[in-house]
Every structure is written in C-alpha cells, then in structure tokens.
C-alpha cells in the first residue's frame, strides 16, 4: 500500500484552518480495502512491538486524545488501533459531562487524574478540549460551570487555548507524548450512520435522540473546531485531521501517525550493564544449585 503523506494531515502549527477547504473526509489513499486490511494488521504487530519497548523503558508514556462530532467512529478506532495491544500497558477514558464533583474542579482536573502512566500508552475518548467546544457552542454549559464572573466573559476560549497549550507542552517536557486527533466525518455520512443505528436493531443502543440535537449545530461544531484546531496544533503537540467518510482509511491514518510517532521516540529495552549481568549469572547458578 502506497505511504500516507501524514502532512496532509497535519495543522500546522499557527496557521488558521479551514475544515471545508483544507481536509476532505472522504479522502482516500489509492489501495482496496483488502490491501488496507493487510496493511493494518502488520502495522498492528510493530505497534504493540513499540508498546512493549515502551512498557519495559517505563520512563516515557503516550497520550493520544480522540475528539470528533457523533458517529465519526472514535469508538471503533480505539477498538482497532488497541485490538493486540498487551492490555497491562493501555488505558481508556471517556470523558461525559462533567459530575458535580468535577464541576467543583477547574476544567483540566479530571483529565489530570486520568493521565497514562509512565511507559503506558493513554487513551482520551473525548478530553479537555470539549470544554472549547460543545461548552462553547452551548453557552449555558459555561453558566453551569461555576466559575468567578470576572473570569466566564470575554477571552475565556483564548485563555482556555493558553491553558490547553501550556499543560500539553508541561506533558511533553515530562515525558508524556500528546498525540491528538480529530475524526473528521462530513454531514451527510453522519447522517447515513444515524440512519443506520435507527434501523438496524442491533445498533440501535448507539443511538441517542439528543444526537440528532446536537447536529443541528453543525455549523457552530465547525467553527470551534476550527479555532480550537488552529491555536492547539502547536510543534509539541500537533493536531491531525482524519479522513473519517471511510473507517478503513481513519484507522489506516490514525495507525499511521502513531508509527511515525513512535519511530521517532524509538523507544528501547533496558540495556543490561555488566552489573546487572553479574547478577543475573548468579541467580542462574543458584537456579542450577537445586536439586
Ligand atoms: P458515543 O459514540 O457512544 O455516543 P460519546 O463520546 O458521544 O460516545 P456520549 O455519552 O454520547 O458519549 O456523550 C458524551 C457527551 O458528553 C458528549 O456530548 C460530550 O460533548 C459531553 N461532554 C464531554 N465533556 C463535557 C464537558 N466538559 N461539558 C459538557 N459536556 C461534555
Ligand atoms: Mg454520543
């Protein structure tokens, strides 16, 4: 299968986007869908290689985060991106609306105490940044969040996006990768799943009347995006807009990027120093020594 140019994908950081004219979620490398199958499944043997590498370094972890409007396909990607992944060393958030205790909290405190820990790699389903986005698009979600009236008005997004930039970078100079994607579905795909999980039994607990509510603000989901997307994608931390009309080619592009990653980061297996090895030689003589 031909390599995914994972530029395409990339916000770059700084520059202002524009969902519709930038990104197509219906975009698709030139393989079938078998090609892409084989393709996944040897791209999902180095993966828990690296993830091995990085369990048994245990000084650096993973955080990938997963936003996206419903029915993009974040659930199923989790599914496909962790399917062989050694389940010691991954870990699985999903983020609701926040409880009463949560809400006694700033915003980034439910997310700090769900961060991987060193040598794991960390999911998000939904994260933080939900707090620029369905809270932006829903000002009464804001009134709800208790904070002091001088701080709720003007320039809260610029401050959050400050925030967000801050404690991501405070992430990476501690040894925690962010990877972040956004599952990027177009409305009228969405709406064919939504048809989908109406009619057919079986997928029928998927749906919610409240997400058909929800699509009726597309347009405003758009713009947050978009500005959350263009001050967030920085060089430590950088976003990535996933084709998401096709599932086989979200998987192929979120398996993609986290490859690259982590081919980057190369992580190792301890080195045994000839002290360790002593000691090891050791424990084998002892070993042998029983009858
Ligand atoms: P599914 O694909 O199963 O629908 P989901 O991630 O949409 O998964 P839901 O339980 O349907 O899960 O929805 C969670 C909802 O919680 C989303 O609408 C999300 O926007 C909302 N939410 C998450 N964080 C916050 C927040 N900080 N404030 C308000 N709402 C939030
Ligand atoms: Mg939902």
Same mark, same amino acid.
């Given at each position: 299968?031909?390599?995914?140019?994972?530029?395409?994908?990339?916000?770059?950081?700084?520059?202002?986007?524009?969902?519709?004219?930038?990104?197509?979620?219906?975009?698709?490398?030139?393989?079938?869908?078998?090609?892409?199958?084989?393709?996944?499944?040897?791209?999902?043997?180095?993966?828990?290689?690296?993830?091995?590498?990085?369990?048994?370094?245990?000084?650096?972890?993973?955080?990938?985060?997963?936003?996206?409007?419903?029915?993009?396909?974040?659930?199923?990607?989790?599914?496909?991106?962790?399917?062989?992944?050694?389940?010691?060393?991954?870990?699985?958030?999903?983020?609701?609306?926040?409880?009463?205790?949560?809400?006694?909290?700033?915003?980034?405190?439910?997310?700090?105490?769900?961060?991987?820990?060193?040598?794991?790699?960390?999911?998000?389903?939904?994260?933080?940044?939900?707090?620029?986005?369905?809270?932006?698009?829903?000002?009464?979600?804001?009134?709800?969040?208790?904070?002091?009236?001088?701080?709720?008005?003007?320039?809260?997004?610029?401050?959050?996006?400050?925030?967000?930039?801050?404690?991501?970078?405070?992430?990476?100079?501690?040894?925690?990768?962010? #990877?972040?994607?956004? +599952?990027?579905?177009?409305?009228? =795909?969405?709406?064919? *799943? $939504?048809?989908?999980?109406? %009619? &057919?039994?079986?997928?029928?607990?998927?749906?919610?009347?409240?997400?058909?509510?929800?699509?009726?603000?597309?347009?405003?989901?758009?713009?947050?995006?978009?500005?959350?997307?263009?001050?967030?994608?920085?060089?430590?931390?950088?976003?990535?807009?996933?084709?998401?009309?096709?599932?086989?080619?979200?998987?192929?592009? #979120?398996?993609?990027? +986290?490859?690259?990653?982590?081919? =980057?980061?190369?992580? *190792? $297996?301890?080195?045994?120093? %000839? &002290?360790?090895?002593?000691?090891?030689?050791?424990?084998?003589?002892?070993?042998?020594?029983?009858?």
């Amino acid at each position: 299968m031909k390599e995914l140019d994972l530029d395409r994908l990339r916000v770059d950081p700084g520059k202002k986007i524009s969902l519709r004219e930038d990104f197509d979620p219906g975009y698709k490398v030139a393989a079938t869908k078998a090609q892409a199958q084989l393709w996944l499944e040897q791209a999902r043997a180095l993966l828990a290689n690296y993830q091995e590498r990085l369990y048994a370094e245990n000084t650096r972890g993973m955080l990938m985060i997963f936003q996206a409007m419903d029915a993009a396909g974040k659930d199923g990607t989790i599914k496909h991106v962790m399917s062989g992944i050694n389940p010691m060393g991954c870990q699985v958030f999903s983020f609701k609306a926040p409880s009463a205790e949560e809400l006694d909290h700033d915003f980034l405190w439910r997310c700090f105490k769900a961060l991987p820990e060193r040598g794991r790699l960390g999911i998000f389903n939904r994260s933080y940044y939900e707090d620029v986005l369905i809270v932006r698009v829903h000002p009464h979600i804001l009134d709800g969040q208790q904070l002091p009236p001088g701080l709720k008005g003007k320039g809260i997004w610029k401050r959050r996006f400050e925030h967000i930039r801050q404690f991501e970078k405070y992430l990476v100079e501690n040894g925690i990768e962010v #990877v972040k994607f956004f +599952l990027n579905v177009s409305k009228a =795909e969405q709406k064919k *799943r $939504f048809l989908a999980r109406i %009619d &057919q039994p079986e997928k029928n607990w998927k749906f919610s009347p409240a997400d058909v509510r929800e699509r009726a603000h597309w347009e405003d989901y758009q713009r947050a995006y978009e500005d959350a997307l263009s001050h967030t994608s920085t060089r430590y931390a950088p976003w990535y807009v996933v084709p998401a009309d096709h599932k086989w080619m979200t998987h192929v592009s #979120v398996m993609s990027v +986290l490859l690259a990653r982590f081919k =980057e980061m190369d992580p *190792r $297996f301890p080195e045994v120093d %000839d &002290q360790a090895r002593e000691r090891l030689a050791e424990a084998r003589r002892l070993l042998e020594s029983e009858d």
